[in-house]
């Protein structure tokens, strides 16, 4: 009999496919397993007191909007409302008056009510997920009409309103009540503009200012009520803000980890020795680095649902892995049956970096075919009964570990995590002469190296072992040698990462990092210096990519010292809140958001003195189209000096068209100046 840490099987719950990953009105009884206090609950707090009419004395009603892309923690704040209301014996009902904690199963209740005290009238409505459908069994269903008729509803009762939705449907609802000259000039349509606009919030809208008004036999209602947002998609959980850490923190806080104490295989359990690196100063910042390198890299924002759910799979696993099983069970059949590598494949490093390759083989199928062949003849040649042939053996069979972990975002053989493989770029020597040394002689000289765990100890005993086998037989000894290699070093290369922060690209991506850490604030002499410096490149860059003269079509360039001068990309720091990365404008006009790719290709080629050629053309192209947009708004046809258009016809004539001083000098072009 096992022992079993009940904390993992809670955390199971986190991921993608468990029962807390979403937060519904299901399971508000209750604070989630990792809570942590977030920038959000103050506006939770603020709206206890707003929502509520205080016994009828009060006769301003709140409205409040909770607005961001799924899994930013929207419906968190509704549980976290929902709780607090409760605690102070207010009744939280559906709308045919069932009281929430009374559901059992069922659908998720589109709207629920909240009643004061002992009143048996609604003084707030709560829409927790106002981007589902109310009646999804309806012709037409649509989340933002239902949105609109919610909005339409609460203002004809009169009543505060909290509402929880994704930033699509708003957007969609508004645009629709825009077309609707009968609603667009109502209150509350007012309401929906300043969220979808962004215009911040507003003190005071009349509730009765209709032309007719329902008979309502309530003896309460509002007069008023004001309106405000909260766009949870707005900030990052890791720079600029520590709310991923601390949600590290709560995980591998000690008393969760209590019944791991007497467990008889805890020194080979992957999920304790990640807890164990992960709750020291030095773990949780490289994770949190990262993490915000990765961030940076794909574009997007880590949400909360993401970020649970990836710290439940490197301190529990994954739940595809276990059937019935708990993690503790699994780790225990795991070493009971000595496949040591397979628990080596949940250490931290591996899940982050290579959890579609498990067991440290290769991706690609042929090259992963070719190591089995080989690393099975060895296998075979192990004495009988040993650790490591036993252990060789699970590797070859290959069906121990799932490889469908769930945040396939961040995770995924192409997303952010593999491009900041180490494997996948070039490595220093010293890396090398550390981390592709003999087994034997890394166990020895990592042996107090907080990093690496007795899992790893084992390990490097094993590769000893499988390694001097290869080393007794002639037969295809050089092939054999390094297809183990190349497997031994698939781990060894990416715990080393850690140890030394090697990752891909970590160099041009913290200097990226540091400048978009003081969005908002002063930049430094030298923050300012180096973004003029990546600047003066991308312009450079897109006039190679160009031409001479910029395409505002297929016939027709635009060229000239002007546009040069007054189209060169300007990066902003500060211009963007809502994405990981920077901004670039060009002119007055066009502004986007400069793929992190870029930025990094740009260092690279300034370290490594790279060529024009290398450079990923498909990156450019956003910038590209922007730097067009804003040339077609630029005015340039008012300009009167150093403007240029070359215009091409069917036939392959060109004709230049040129300012200066305000004349127009015209010259056609057909292999010779006519």
Not at 358 to 372: A, C, K, T, V, W
Not at 385 to 393: D, F, I, M, N
Not at 574 to 579: A, F
């Amino acid at each position: 009999m096992c022992t079993v840490n009940e904390f993992l099987t809670e955390l199971l719950s986190l991921q993608q496919d468990g029962s807390g990953a979403i937060s519904a009105p299901a399971n508000w009884q209750r604070p989630p397993l990792l809570e942590v206090r977030a920038p959000v609950d103050d506006e939770v707090d603020r709206l206890i007191e707003a929502l509520l009419s205080d016994g009828g004395e009060k006769r301003h009603a709140a409205w409040h909007f909770f607005i961001g892309a799924p899994g930013n923690g929207k419906s968190a704040a509704a549980g976290k409302l929902y709780r607090q209301l409760r605690a102070s014996d207010h009744a939280i009902v559906t709308e045919d008056g069932t009281p929430l904690e009374e559901l059992e199963g069922g659908p998720i209740p589109y709207v629920v009510h909240v009643r004061e005290g002992k009143n048996e009238f609604a003084t707030a409505w709560l829409a927790q997920d106002a981007s589902v459908v109310r009646d999804p069994f309806a012709q037409d269903v649509d989340p933002a009409n239902d949105l609109i008729r919610l909005l339409e509803d609460a203002w004809e009762e009169g009543v505060s309103l909290m509402v929880c939705t994704n930033r699509g449907v708003l957007e969609k609802a508004y645009r629709t009540v825009q077309l609707d000259t009968a609603k667009n000039r109502l209150p509350w349509a007012r309401a929906l503009r300043h969220a979808e606009g962004g215009e911040g919030t507003i003190d005071k809208l009349d509730f009765h200012t209709r032309a007719t008004r329902k008979q309502d036999p309530r003896p309460f209602d509002f007069d008023t009520f004001g309106f405000s947002y909260t766009a949870v998609d707005q900030h990052s959980l890791l720079i600029g803000h520590d709310l991923f850490e601390q949600l590290l923190k709560r995980a591998v806080e000690s008393d969760n980890w209590r019944a791991c104490a007497p467990c008889r295989v805890r020194q080979h359990c992957p999920f304790h020795a990640n807890k164990e690196y992960l709750e020291s100063t030095a773990g949780s910042a490289s994770l949190s680095t990262l993490l915000q390198r990765a961030e940076l890299l794909s574009g997007q924002i880590v949400v909360f649902r993401e970020a649970v759910a990836l710290i439940s799979f490197l301190l529990a696993g994954c739940s595809r892995d276990y059937s019935t099983s708990s993690p503790c069970e699994w780790v225990h059949d795991r070493a009971k049956e000595h496949d040591y590598f397979a628990l080596l494949s949940r250490r931290f490093y591996a899940s982050l970096l290579s959890s579609y390759a498990p067991y440290g083989l290769e991706h690609n199928d042929s090259i992963r075919d070719e190591q089995l062949r080989h690393l099975g003849s060895v296998c075979r040649e192990l004495e009988a009964g040993s650790s490591a042939s036993s252990a060789l053996s699970h590797v070859c069979s290959q069906d121990r570990i799932s490889t469908d972990v769930g945040i396939a975002r961040l995770l995924g053989p192409s997303e952010a995590f593999s491009a900041l493989d180490p494997l996948r770029g070039p490595l220093s020597e010293d890396f090398y002469a550390t981390w592709d040394a003999p087994p034997d002689q890394l166990g020895k000289e990592l042996s107090d190296n907080p990093i690496v765990s007795s899992l790893e100890q084992k390990c490097f005993e094993l590769w000893a072992d499988i390694e001097r086998q290869i080393e007794k037989s002639p037969k295809e000894t050089v092939e054999r040698f390094i297809h183990a290699r190349r497997w031994i070093t698939s781990y060894t290369f990416r715990l080393g990462a850690f140890a030394d922060d090697a990752f891909n690209f970590a160099e041009e991506l913290d200097a990226v990092l540091e400048t978009v850490r003081h969005r908002g604030g002063t930049s430094s002499p030298e923050e300012t210096l180096e973004l003029r410096r990546m600047e003066t490149e991308l312009g450079d860059l897109l006039r190679t990519r160009s031409g001479r003269e910029l395409a505002l079509s297929r016939v027709v360039g635009l060229g000239g010292q002007w546009s040069e001068r007054v189209l060169r990309p300007s990066i902003l720091p500060n211009s963007s809140e809502t994405h990981p990365g920077l901004a670039v404008s060009f002119g007055e006009g066009s502004l986007v958001i400069l793929d992190t790719h870029i930025l990094v290709w740009l260092k690279l080629r300034s370290r490594l003195n790279l060529q024009l050629v290398s450079f990923p053309t498909h990156l450019l192209q956003a910038a590209l189209d922007s730097q067009v947009d804003a040339a077609s708004t630029s005015g340039y046809a008012y300009e009167d000096n150093y403007v240029a258009l070359r215009i091409e016809d069917a036939d392959g004539r060109v004709c230049t068209l040129e300012r200066v001083d305000g004349d127009v000098h015209v010259a056609f072009i057909d292999n010779e100046l006519h």
